[in-house]
């Protein structure tokens, strides 16, 4: 079964600086998707970034990136100039070609004034 | 272009009663996916159907839970006889189909059991 393990339930970062949350996953699988989904305070499920697996460039939508080493199965989150607004549980998440979503535990993230 | 609508988004019952979460996916989206989060953890998959198919429910419960998709209306996930540990935050996703399409998530239903 695929699994997906975030490392670090909590991480703080100063306003305005860069911080990068981890996630690995086990699959025995070639072709699936990676995505990064955000859960502020309000609890909705945000979709922050996607990532499939068989694109080698790293994915980008404006201040968030992944960093996504498929043989070493890791999809970490990157944010850049972190806002206030970035504060927020995110959860890290796998999927195989039409099937349902695993995800990982999450981390917290706090961005600090 | 309306999201995934969940109601109600909170829901109170007393042990034994039956909960009933309703969702209706976004236009154009015949994919509706259910999960579950219980406090202080992740989504867990509990169903995904289509339209009067049910397509995967390994992460249901073997009893007590039951969903369905019908030709017209929302999907409905059906609790029976709930019990405090069904006490959680039931979220709704749908998407267009399987192939390079994002699942999109309502804002989810609060489930309180007193």
């Known amino acids: 079964a695929q699994t997906v393990t975030q490392s670090q339930p909590e991480m703080s970062v100063q306003e305005a600086e860069t911080v990068t949350l981890s996630c690995t996953y086990d699959t025995s699988e070639n072709n699936y998707y990676l995505f990064w989904y955000k859960q502020p305070p309000s609890r909705q499920m945000i979709l922050v970034i996607r990532q499939e697996a068989y694109k080698q460039q790293n994915a980008t939508e404006n201040r968030f990136s992944v960093n996504f080493q498929k043989a070493a199965k890791s999809f970490s989150l990157k944010i850049s100039d972190s806002q206030l607004g970035d504060t927020a549980m995110y959860f890290c998440a796998f999927q195989e070609y039409g099937n349902k979503l695993v995800f990982g535990a999450g981390t917290i993230l706090r961005v600090k004034s | 272009n309306a999201g995934v609508m969940q109601n109600p988004r909170h829901l109170v019952r007393r042990r034994g009663q039956e909960a009933r979460l309703r969702c209706s996916p976004m236009?154009?989206?015949?994919?509706v996916y259910w999960y579950r989060q219980l406090p202080e953890e992740g989504l867990k998959f509990m169903v995904y159907?289509?339209?009067?198919?049910?397509?995967?429910e390994s992460g249901m419960p073997k009893e007590r839970f039951s969903a369905e998709f019908p030709k017209e209306g929302p999907s409905i996930l059906r609790i029976q006889q709930v019990v405090r540990g069904d006490s959680a935050a039931y979220f709704c996703?749908?998407?267009?189909?399987?192939?390079?399409?994002?699942?999109?998530f309502g804002d989810g239903t609060r489930l309180s059991i007193l």
């Open positions: 159907l289509q339209k009067e198919n049910i397509i995967d």
């Open positions: 996703a749908s998407s267009r189909g399987v192939i390079n399409q994002p699942q999109h």
């Open positions: 236009k154009g989206h015949s994919h």
